[in-house]
């Protein structure tokens, strides 16, 4: 079945420093979403993409759609300690249930 | 406001006494799911609907039902908990090729 593979597991970070995460599919997906997740809380949709090669930005936020259409990265600039949480990407891919394939989350801590 | 609802927020319960958690959304989505989180299991799928009286099973549906007769309402239902039933329950809706939105979460604890 599809996988997705999401890295790294866990990152720590002083603030202001930039972060970069990634997820790689072993099948074609046509909808990445990114969501950061706070203890106890739902899923918050982060940036929704839909192109082959979509850049999409939301503040300190960016995310792109890989040209394969089998990975997706996020970055977040000036990291700030409201950043920390878990941070889940899911793609969709060509079946017709509408299902999401999610990652396992990158748990991200920022040190002040 | 755009949002999913879930209640209750929090439940302790017993071995064997049936209970529902709702869902509701007002975005007028034709797709809703719910998920459960479990540490180191991610979420996982449990029962999904593409449209009023269309559900399926996802990944984990074992000892959960779901209806789904309005277009805003999916409650999940479990009939006879179990200890492992104890876990996060996330409800979620979408349009059926959009971004998902989730609610806060049903924390269940079966004893």
């Known amino acids: 079945g599809q996988q997705l593979n999401q890295s790294p597991q866990s990152m720590f970070i002083q603030e202001g420093e930039d972060v970069s995460m990634n997820c790689t599919s072993s099948s074609i997906f046509n909808t990445w979403l990114w969501y950061k997740q706070d203890p106890g809380e739902g899923p918050v949709l982060l940036i929704a993409?839909?192109?082959?090669?979509e850049l999409t930005s939301n503040g300190r936020l960016t995310a792109q759609f890989g040209i394969t259409r089998k990975d997706s990265f996020l970055n977040i600039s000036a990291s700030i300690p409201s950043d920390v949480g878990i941070y889940f990407c899911?793609?969709?891919?060509?079946?017709?249930?509408?299902?999401?394939?999610f990652g396992q989350g990158t748990t991200l801590q920022v040190k002040p | 406001e755009a949002q999913v609802t879930q209640n209750p927020r929090y439940l302790i319960t017993v071995t064997g006494k049936k209970l529902t958690v709702t869902c509701s959304q007002n975005?007028?989505?034709?797709?809703m799911s719910w998920y459960r989180q479990d540490p180191g299991l991610g979420l996982r799928q449990i029962y999904y609907s593409m449209n009023v009286e269309v559900t399926d099973k996802g990944d984990v549906p074992e000892g959960y039902k779901v209806s789904r007769k309005e277009k805003r309402n999916f409650p999940l239902i479990l009939e006879s908990p179990s200890p492992n039933q104890t876990s996060l329950y996330f409800c979620?809706?979408?349009?059926?090729?959009?971004?998902?939105?989730f609610g806060p979460g049903t924390r269940l604890l079966v004893l």
């Open positions: 993409l839909y192109k082959a090669g």
């Open positions: 975005m007028n989505h034709e797709y």
């Open positions: 979620a809706s979408s349009s059926v090729w959009g971004a998902q939105y």
């Open positions: 899911a793609g969709r891919g060509s079946g017709n249930t509408g299902k999401l394939i």
